[in-house]
């Protein structure tokens, strides 16, 4: 989503007392907004310790009118002006420091990204600063690092790598700074899987995902990646404790939301339960679980053929883990509504897939995978959201929030789940809708 931003503009220069600046109630500026201020020299004082300063000069060498920049952050906007910095040197590398920027939407991560273009040529920029996401609460490392989630651009490329080698369609890339975090990357446009307003699947494409995923899972895949010259990746494993951890965000965030207050007795049911849940999934092949793969990162190729119309993208936080879980983020997308018909008939068209290829495929095992995955990964939602709202002030993934509860109630229904349904409808309330 865009976000609004006051923009407040003022000019010392005539200023005969740094003291006037009271009178102009620059604070409530710098409260609200960004303030510009032209002749900082006059209040010097009044100056913010964070903040970012431009002294322009006069280069008569490169024409009477040009002016050079001179562009330096103090307090905490110093790294900033020092990422920029290294942005620029990436470009002017690259080829593209000319290139027209336009920024692009983000996700819920620190990452940034624009389309660049030029010779009427579009690329996309990304810029992954290297950040752990909080502090370190799990045995002394950070959520991300817990739960194997990608704190730099390393397993993007290395993933992408390992699709494109298998005929998936994941962006190119074509220039990398693995140290600092930037990449440009092939451009698959705005064809998306989803229509309308409300947003829908388009049942095609979606059958397409499914197809792509059914295939995917019939392939062993190897979980050490070539990275660079001489550098592999090892693809982390999506092991009991990092599953845990997520779950766990229902108990940290969600529930303190709801005014619950858990006995010690109740922390034990949960964590027991879910412990055995997860003792179901042990001897379940393990493949790269891409992790998100739902309508946000996926884009519609319409040139290419069969399962390759099928582009991915946001891949970088993929682990070895059980097949069910992306067709879970597909067919149970947090950010529209999946009718229940629709992820029937997706599920059916997968199960089929898997058993045309393998007649060993068993239904109702891949299905009590699919229901406790589901599980996992919507309780783990109702705290990532309410934990986006009020650690990261993003309050607008609290929407989503009603429809987590219904996919969720969808997987309770089946037996393997009869005591966590039974523990959450005497614990946990609904979201206000």
């Given amino acids: 989503p865009e976000v609004s931003l006051a923009v407040a503009h003022v000019d010392l220069y005539r200023l005969d007392d740094p003291a006037e600046t009271e009178e102009l109630g620059l604070d409530e500026y710098l409260a609200d907004g960004a303030l510009l201020i032209e002749w900082p020299e006059r209040a010097p004082d009044m100056l913010p310790p964070d903040r970012i300063d431009i002294a322009l000069s006069h280069r008569p060498s490169l024409g009477t009118s040009a002016r050079a920049a001179e562009i330096t952050g103090y307090g905490k906007l110093a790294a900033k002006v020092e990422r920029l910095t290294a942005l620029r040197q990436f470009l002017e590398l690259a080829g593209s420091l000319d290139a027209k920027r336009q920024r692009m939407p983000g996700d819920a991560s620190t990452r940034s990204y624009a389309r660049l273009t030029k010779n009427d040529q579009t690329t996309i920029l990304m810029n992954s600063p290297r950040r ?16 194997h989630l990608a704190e730099d651009v390393r397993p993007f490329v290395a993933i992408a790598g390992g699709l494109r080698e298998r005929g998936y369609s994941a962006p190119a890339i074509h220039h990398a700074d693995l140290d600092e975090g930037f990449l440009i990357t092939e451009d698959f446009g705005r064809e998306a899987f989803i229509t ?40 982390p494993p999506f092991d009991n404790e990092a599953m ?71 891949f970088q936080d993929a682990v070895m883990g059980p097949a069910a879980y ?31 290829a393998d007649p060993a495929f068993d239904p109702a095992a891949f299905a009590q995978q699919y229901a406790i995955m589901s599980a996992q990964r919507n309780t783990r939602l109702l705290g990532t959201f309410a934990r986006l709202n009020r650690r990261d002030g993003k309050p607008q993934y609290l929407r989503h929030q009603p429809r987590v509860w219904t996919y969720l109630n969808r997987a309770l229904a089946h037996p393997s789940l009869e005591i966590f349904r039974e523990w959450c409808g005497a614990h946990v309330p609904p979201p206000v809708s």
Avoid: C
């Avoid at 752990?132 to 739960?147: H, T």
């Avoid at 995923?213 to 090892?234: I, K, M, N």
């Avoid at 493949?287 to 069969?306: G, K, V």
């Fill in 196 to 235: 309308g307003d409300p947003p829908k699947p388009i049942t095609d494409r979606y059958q397409a995902a499914v197809d792509m995923l059914a295939a995917f899972h019939r392939e062993p895949l190897p979980d050490v990646l070539p990275l660079a010259p001489h550098l592999d990746y090892t693809v």
């Fill in 132 to 147: 752990p996401d909080g502090p370190a609460l799990y045995d002394g490392k950070s959520y991300s690092e817990a739960v």
């Fill in 244 to 314: 845990m951890i997520e779950v766990g965000l229902m108990q940290e965030w969600y529930l303190p939301d709801k005014g619950v207050t858990l006995t010690s007795n109740m922390q034990a049911d949960f964590l027991l339960i879910w412990n055995d849940l997860l003792a179901k999934l042990a001897d379940t092949p393990k493949t790269w679980m891409l992790r998100d793969f739902h309508s946000p990162n996926l884009i519609w190729l319409a040139q290419r053929e069969s399962i390759q119309r099928v582009g991915l993208l946001d």
């Fill in 326 to 356: 992306d067709l879970v983020s597909l067919l149970q997308d947090a950010r529209i509504d999946v009718p229940e018909s629709l992820e029937i008939a997706m599920l059916t068209r997968y199960v089929k897939e898997r058993r045309r």
